[in-house]
């Protein structure tokens, strides 16, 4: 509940309508978004799509 009230933001409704697979994914997708969980492959990707001029 933590996670998806004051971490994603998500009103009661939301949290209580989305299923644990939803739940799960969000977590997901919020700890490869911290710091220092980009790998090698997700930096080369990046510096091709954001080229330094």
Known sequence: MTFGLGRLGWSPEQFWAAT???IAAALCA???DQ?????RTGLTALMATYPDS
């Open 30 to 32: 919020h700890r490869r």
């Open 35 to 39: 710091p220092g969980a980009t790998d």
């Open 20 to 22: 644990p697979r939803e």
